[in-house]
Structures are given as structure tokens and as C-alpha cells.
């Protein structure tokens, strides 16, 4: 066994073997450290990430009676000669900063985050603008300010599932983007893992200041790991299922009529005004909010209709996954039913599937809507705000989580806010982390489906973290997704006790409507 094996052994030994760093990727990740690139001639061999200063004094005793050279993060390398043949192994012993910190250091007020108000969503347009975007960033020099800024690992959502080992970080990830865009890395069955083991949620890019949109940079990459047929199986699966049923999951489209069937009075015409698209997720997964908009929209003035078995799939999982041939075509056929229904509007409670038709059709697909896009919570502002709509007091304090794809994607945070505060008695209360800075559930970007025990884990993290200091057990959220993911976290035993109680905005609404 040559030198570089047993120390990678033997660190193994002292730290968990998954802390131990010897793979290509992880090595020109780390290779960014402000340490390296003052010294053009020095790489790591190993790295080694340290979570105690126990294991820290353990590993420094270890390599002092070795044939190798230890450095730190963050240290100067001006002391140390040629590396000749000594293995250099790197001393990860950063506290990646949490949210907790970052928060702490730019301060709140009044429960709502002041530093980024003026957070602004830019959008490329078109698929050749974000090609171009991801091309002019990645493609350029090495951008000096993010070598020693750890402010978008701290923002990650699945770093601390990964140990904080800065490859599975945000800035990991831009790394590697950058590492495949130059010729430096080829994709790897790890690249692949990386860039799917992450929600596209942008909490991190929301906080950049050097405003790097990595999330995009990730989409892009994905739709090249499709273009070399290295997406993971389970999303051709996905794939297939839409194709076949419309629906992902699998799940035939003869159970989206369920809560239709269950509905008095109600006339579907051909052709309307109003398309009431539920979405397949909403659909079949959460009937509550699919039969409290459809009782709403019935019982108010409103003359709408609904595609029910021919709804289909709008292609998120497609597109957020790199599947973007398949998802033109689902596109190309979603438009051409809701066409037929001569809709002047659509509106959903599916916050990604509003996402999808507002944004990534015409900046992805480079197709457009023919009607005008709303989310239910948009729907519900207007009718308060022009039509007399009787709503009885509830008696609830409750809290409102920003779905990723409504928030920070698609720029939509008051609307929520509105129909919840126009229910008399109910009183809102804000998480500390909201807005664009809220933390994401863990479901989106497909990780849900990929590993779903890190998108659980960080479903947990919101809960205790953000949910349970402020000591209210009424969660309500606009998102499908953010909602079964807060449901089943809610089962485990850390929330056994305090009967923890999840709604969609729109069930609260239907609640509180007063039907004569």
C-alpha cells in the first residue's frame, strides 16, 4: 500500500470514511482555496474534514509522524518549500456559517429580513441568454471575492446533510460548474450526485454578493447530463409516467376527478373565461386544496372550467431534472388543450406549476402561454379586492412558509400575505427567516424523488429551526410539495406532541367563506 493510501486509511480511522477526500472533483473544489492559488505548484492530495477538535488534535498528531505535509484553511503557505513527493493533506476545520449566523449578523426587524428588500429576479428570456449567462460567468477568471466567502454555504439547504464538506455546498457546486464548463472536469457519477442532490431552491443565490444565480448554472448543467444520457434513472421514469398516465408518479388521471365528483351544482362547460388547472401534484396528493378551489371558484361568480382527466402534467420534474426534449413536448400538447377551452386565464394552486408556465416555458422551452398565468393566491387578492366577499371571523394564529418557486423563482410574497390577513380574527405571524430569505421545504428541484431522506431532513430543519421558536401549530403554505413534505415531517416523534396542523392558504379561505 503506497504512502497516500494507508494516511487516507488511517484518517478514515479518526473521522467518518465519508469525511475523507480523495476523489478528483473534491480536490479541485478545495483547489480554490485563496491557500492554492497563491502557490500555482501546490494541490491537496487528501482533505479531511474535521467536525470536533478532538478529531482535529487526533489528525494533526497522526500526519505529524507521517511523511506528509499538513496545512489549514486559511493559512499561508509561504513556509512550505517544493511538496516534492510528501502527500498534502488539507485540514478542513471551517464552521461553515449557519443560517442562524448569517441572520444574526445582518439583523431583523419586526420578524422580517431587511438586508435583501431589494432583492430583484432578472430572468434570461430565452435559453441562448442563460447559455450565454452561464458562459460569460463560468468561462471567465476565476472570481476572487467567493475564494474565502462562505455566505452561500451557509444558505445552503443540503450542505449540513453532506458534514458541511464544501463540494455538496453551494459554492461546491459553482466550482464544479465551473470545472465542466472549462474543460477541467468531465461529468462523473459524483458531478451527477452533486448536482442532484440540491432543491434549486436559490436560497443561496438570493444572498450572493456577487448576485451568482447558481441555481441557473445547475439547470443548465442538468439539461447536459441529459444530452450525455447520464440522467439518474428514476427522472426517466418520472419521464415515462407523464408520458403514459400524466402524471409522474404514475398515478392514473381518472383520480383527478375524485373531488370534482364530490362537488353539488357544478357545471363544467367546454369553454370559459377562467381554466382552473389543479396540477397533477395538487390533484391526486393534496384533494383538500384541490376540492376547497373548485368549491370557491363554484360557489362565487366566477364561470370557469377544468380539463380534469386531459389536464396532464406541465413538465416541472422535466425540466428541473434536464429533460428539456420531453418537456417541449409535454409543453407543446399542455398548450394545445388549454387552447381549446378558449381561456383568457389560468389559475392554479400549484406554485410549480406556475413557475413553470410564467418562467421556464418562454426562458427554457421558448414557449409562451396564451393566457394570462395566476396562483390562486393572486386569484383570491383580486376577488377581495373587487368583489364584496363575506368571510367569518377565525380565531387562529398561523404562519405562512414561502414556497421557493412562488417566492424567490417567481418573485410572489404578498398576495399570501393578503388573503390570509383579509380573514378577520386570523393572525399572522412570521417566521424569522421569510420572504426571500425563507428557508426552503427540501422537496423542490426534484430531491424530493432523488433522496428523499436529505429533502426530509431539511423539511425538519425549517420546523424546528423556524417554526416551533415562534410557538404557533397552524402552518399554512401555497405549494404541494412544501406541504405533504411539512406533513410528513410533522409525523416524527420530535413533533409528537404538539399537534402540528398543515393547510394550503386556499383551504383557510374556503373556511372562511361564508356560502350562503
Known amino acids: 500500500m503506497d504512502s497516500k493510501n494507508r494516511i487516507t486509511e488511517q484518517l478514515k480511522r479518526i473521522v467518518k470514511e465519508d469525511r475523507v477526500l480523495t476523489d478528483l472533483e473534491d480536490r479541485y473544489v478545495y483547489s480554490f482555496e485563496k491557500i492554492f492559488l497563491d502557490r500555482f505548484d501546490i494541490q491537496p492530495d487528501i482533505i479531511v474534514r474535521v467536525s470536533s477538535l478532538k478529531e482535529e488534535n487526533e489528525v494533526k498528531r497522526f500526519i505529524e509522524k507521517e511523511y506528509a505535509i499538513l496545512i489549514e484553511r486559511g493559512k499561508i503557505l509561504s513556509h512550505i518549500g517544493n511538496k516534492s513527493s510528501k502527500n498534502l493533506v488539507l485540514l478542513d476545520n471551517v464552521e461553515i456559517p449557519t443560517l442562524k449566523n448569517c441572520i444574526d449578523e445582518i439583523g431583523k426587524k419586526d420578524g422580517s429580513i431587511t438586508k435583501f428588500d431589494k432583492f430583484?429576479?432578472?430572468?434570461?428570456?430565452?435559453?441562448?441568454?442563460?447559455?450565454?449567462?452561464?458562459?460569460?460567468?463560468?468561462?471567465?477568471?476565476?472570481?476572487?471575492?467567493?475564494?474565502?466567502?462562505?455566505?452561500?454555504?451557509?444558505?445552503?439547504?443540503?450542505?449540513?446533510?453532506?458534514?458541511?464538506?464544501?463540494?455538496w455546498s453551494s459554492k461546491g457546486r459553482m466550482l464544479i460548474t465551473r470545472g465542466i464548463m472549462k474543460g477541467d472536469l468531465t461529468f462523473s457519477d459524483k458531478i451527477v450526485d452533486i448536482l442532484y442532490s440540491c432543491t434549486k431552491c436559490g436560497l443561496c443565490y438570493a444572498q450572493c454578493f456577487q448576485d451568482l444565480e447558481f441555481h441557473e448554472a445547475i439547470l443548465y448543467l442538468r439539461h447536459k447530463i441529459a444530452e450525455k444520457n447520464m440522467v439518474p434513472q428514476i427522472f426517466h421514469t418520472a419521464a415515462n409516467n407523464i408520458f403514459e398516465h400524466g402524471d409522474p408518479t404514475g398515478i392514473p388521471t381518472n383520480r383527478r376527478l375524485s373531488r370534482v365528483k364530490n362537488i353539488s351544482n357544478l357545471n363544467l362547460p367546454e369553454k370559459a373565461n377562467t381554466l382552473c388547472w389543479l396540477g397533477c401534484t395538487v390533484a391526486t396528493r393534496t384533494p383538500k386544496t384541490a376540492g376547497a378551489f373548485i368549491n370557491i371558484l363554484n360557489r362565487s361568480s366566477t364561470e370557469f372550467t377544468m380539463l380534469g382527466d386531459k389536464e396532464g402534467c406541465c413538465g416541472y420534474v422535466l425540466i428541473s431534472t434536464g429533460l428539456w426534449k420531453e418537456a417541449k413536448k409535454v409543453a407543446t400538447d399542455t398548450i394545445e388543450r388549454i387552447e381549446k377551452t378558449k381561456a383568457q386565464t389560468l389559475v392554479t394552486p400549484c406554485s410549480g406549476c406556475y413557475y413553470t408556465f410564467k418562467r421556464l416555458y418562454p426562458e427554457i422551452l421558448d414557449i409562451n402561454m396564451p393566457c394570462e398565468i395566476l396562483h390562486t393566491s393572486q386569484f383570491l387578492e383580486k376577488k377581495i379586492k373587487t368583489e364584496e366577499i363575506n368571510l367569518k371571523p377565525l380565531d387562529l394564529n398561523v404562519t405562512y412558509h414561502d414556497p421557493c418557486s412562488l417566492g424567490r423563482h417567481s418573485n410572489v410574497y404578498d398576495p399570501p400575505r393578503n388573503v390570509l390577513k383579509a380573514i378577520p380574527d386570523l393572525n399572522l405571524v412570521e417566521m424569522p427567516?421569510?420572504?426571500?430569505?425563507?428557508?426552503?421545504?427540501?422537496?423542490?428541484?426534484?430531491?424530493?424523488?432523488?433522496?428523499?431522506?436529505?429533502?426530509?431532513?431539511?423539511?425538519?430543519?425549517?420546523?424546528?429551526?423556524?417554526?416551533?421558536?415562534?410557538?404557533?401549530?397552524?402552518?399554512?403554505?401555497?405549494?404541494?410539495?412544501?406541504?405533504?413534505?411539512?406533513?410528513?415531517?410533522?409525523?416524527?416523534?420530535?413533533?409528537?406532541?404538539?399537534?402540528?396542523?398543515?393547510?394550503?392558504?386556499?383551504?383557510?379561505?374556503?373556511?372562511?367563506?361564508?356560502?350562503?
Open 120 to 167: 430583484d429576479i432578472k430572468g434570461y428570456g430565452t435559453y441562448r441568454n442563460l447559455t450565454l449567462a452561464v458562459q460569460n460567468l463560468f468561462l471567465g477568471k476565476t472570481l476572487t471575492k467567493c475564494q474565502q466567502c462562505t455566505t452561500c454555504s451557509g444558505y445552503c439547504t443540503v450542505s449540513p446533510s453532506f458534514n458541511g464538506v464544501e463540494s
Open 433 to 516: 427567516l421569510n420572504r426571500n430569505c425563507a428557508r426552503c421545504c427540501g422537496g423542490g428541484g426534484g430531491l424530493w424523488t432523488f433522496n428523499n431522506e436529505v429533502s426530509l431532513e431539511s423539511t425538519q430543519t425549517r420546523l424546528i429551526e423556524d417554526l416551533i421558536p415562534i410557538n404557533v401549530n397552524i402552518l399554512t403554505t401555497a405549494c404541494p410539495q412544501c406541504q405533504l413534505n411539512f406533513r410528513f415531517a410533522s409525523q416524527k416523534k420530535t413533533f409528537a406532541d404538539r399537534s402540528l396542523k398543515i393547510y394550503d392558504i386556499t383551504e383557510l379561505f374556503e373556511l372562511a367563506m361564508q356560502f350562503e
